[in-house]
């Protein structure tokens, strides 16, 4: 590790940018707002959403060049660290923008570098997994946004880098950042992860792979950082529970010009499993955003996008549709509930039926990423995404060209009931059945209360604008050899 006072020297390279980042980090600064759904805190310590169109915040972009030219003095610090030798061009660098959007916070990584490391001093041999022949280094500048109207906590320690089928998961180190300022780790950590109703945090974040890491992402062409929600409180544990600001999602990055199209292709998709956790590739046959909207005592369910695609997937994830002797077909619905009842809803647990032809079929509860037991009190509104796999050839036969209906179900959370209440009731229940001699032993003192479970029905109609051919191709929807059905 370098000394602290090679640190203190580079400290006013870092001033115009860190400045900003510190003052938003805690909380000094009200200059940079990113919030395009916020929340509020309710008396009972839950979120409230709030509709986006209501908020009254904006977005104002940071100054690009502050953090290329920073980064540009952070970079002649990597290179010139003597106990860590690096290539001086990196094998694969971009400035695009690659966005975890979730509804109460984003991650964005809008710059990324990948050096060799030809080799390292022997006391930093853990941040290269203990193998010899050098490693790789991956710098990236990341943002976190807080899109909610209360202070959270981010456990920047979590968010790791890996690839598929790795055996192991990196965190961002601490030792291989060359300078004091800049590092979102350490800003983080200082402030023990807040970060400020409506505000951004920024700064870098560097992670160190051992030699067969970078060889298995060079040869694969992404990897990616496992991107964890925020916490109420600095003491919740991440992972052990249904969390109500976010769902732990994996957001890929690239590592080679082909895999970078790839990602950004596939970012302008439906956000279900298959699209960000890069199942496979996406061809789209109908692409509807309907706003559709029906109520069932209460519950509004307002459909906002339907997609309709030929799905492909990538070597990772064939086993998974196995079964498609003949490839698959992909619908995916999102939609948002919102809670004018008041209960407590399940919004993800319901379950959804898409009916087309007389056929229904069920949501693919695999290819969700929203974590089953959310909770939905009154007032809050969720945005729901479910999924559809068809059999390619039962669709192109059966199904191409017909009217959907698609019927989504929302539970209530089963109330609980009290053990202690119910157990001195059944006491006191037997006590007058011995007294009287009643005969009612198959009954049960305190029944299960029943759960309401409310349902609304959408007929959509998709919009094709490509079709499948008898030999299952892709054709424009127009061509007058396709055989959609009438």
Do not use: C
């Not at 409506?198 to 298995?216: D, E, I, M, N, P």
């Not at 999602?249 to 790839?262: C, R």
């Not at 349902?455 to 127009?478: G, M």
């Amino acid at each position: 590790m370098k000394e602290s006072s090679d640190r203190m020297s580079v400290k006013q390279v870092f001033k115009r940018v860190t400045l900003l980042g510190l003052a938003l980090a805690t909380g000094l600064s009200q200059g940079a707002l990113l919030v395009s759904a916020q929340t509020e805190s309710s008396s009972s310590g839950q979120v409230k959403m709030v509709d986006p169109a209501e908020s009254s915040s904006s977005y104002q972009e940071a100054d690009a060049s502050v953090s290329r030219e920073a980064y540009n003095q952070l970079e002649e610090l990597f290179k010139q660290n003597s106990q860590v030798k690096i290539n001086p061009q990196a094998f694969y660098q971009t400035d695009d923008d690659f966005k975890a959007d979730q509804q109460n916070f984003a991650v964005t990584v809008d710059m990324l570098r990948l050096y060799t490391v030809n080799s390292f001093a022997k006391e930093l041999e853990n941040e290269f997994n203990f193998e010899e022949g050098g490693g790789g280094l991956v710098v990236m500048h990341v943002s976190i946004t807080n899109k909610t109207k209360e202070t959270v906590h981010y456990p920047i320690e979590e968010l790791k880098l890996s690839y598929n089928e790795a055996s192991l998961e990196v965190s961002p180190s601490y030792q291989l950042y060359p300078a004091e300022d800049g590092n979102l780790a350490q800003t983080l950590s200082d402030n023990k992860g807040t970060i400020d109703a409506g505000q951004t945090v920024s700064g870098y974040l560097v992670f160190g792979l051992s030699a067969s890491s970078v060889k298995r992402v060079q040869e694969d062409g992404y990897f990616y950082i496992k991107v964890v929600s925020p916490k109420r409180s600095e003491s919740d544990i991440t992972g052990i529970s249904v969390n109500s600001l976010g769902d732990e999602q994996l957001l890929y990055l690239p590592a080679k010009d082909e895999a970078a199209k790839s990602l950004k292709e596939s970012a302008t998709h439906v956000p279900d499993r298959l699209t960000t956790e890069y199942w496979g590739t996406k061809k789209v046959l109908a692409d509807d955003k309907p706003k559709l909207k029906e109520s069932d005592e209460g519950i509004d369910v307002t459909i906002t996008r339907l997609e309709v695609s030929d799905f492909q997937p990538n070597s990772y994830n064939e086993e998974s549709f196995r079964n498609f002797k003949y490839g698959a077909v992909i619908v995916s619905v999102e939609y948002d509930v919102t809670n004018k009842s008041q209960k407590t809803l399940l919004p993800v647990d319901g379950n959804t039926v898409l009916t087309i032809n007389g056929d229904p079929i069920n949501s693919d509860y695999v290819l969700t990423n929203q974590v089953y037991g959310k909770e939905l009190a009154p007032g809050q509104t969720y945005h729901v995404i479910k999924t559809f796999a068809l059999d390619k050839s039962r669709y192109q036969e059966l199904w191409q060209g017909h009217d959907y209906s698609l019927t989504i179900s929302v539970p209530e959370k089963k109330p609980v009931v009290d053990s202690a209440s119910s157990s001195q009731e059944g006491q006191e229940g037997q006590a007058d059945l011995e007294t009287q001699g009643a005969q009612v032993q198959g009954q049960t003192a305190n029944p299960a209360p029943e759960v309401t479970t409310y349902s609304v029905t959408f007929n959509l109609v998709p919009k094709l604008i490509q079709t499948l051919s008898e030999d299952l191709k892709l054709q424009p929807a127009n061509s007058t050899n396709n055989s959609q059905n009438p």
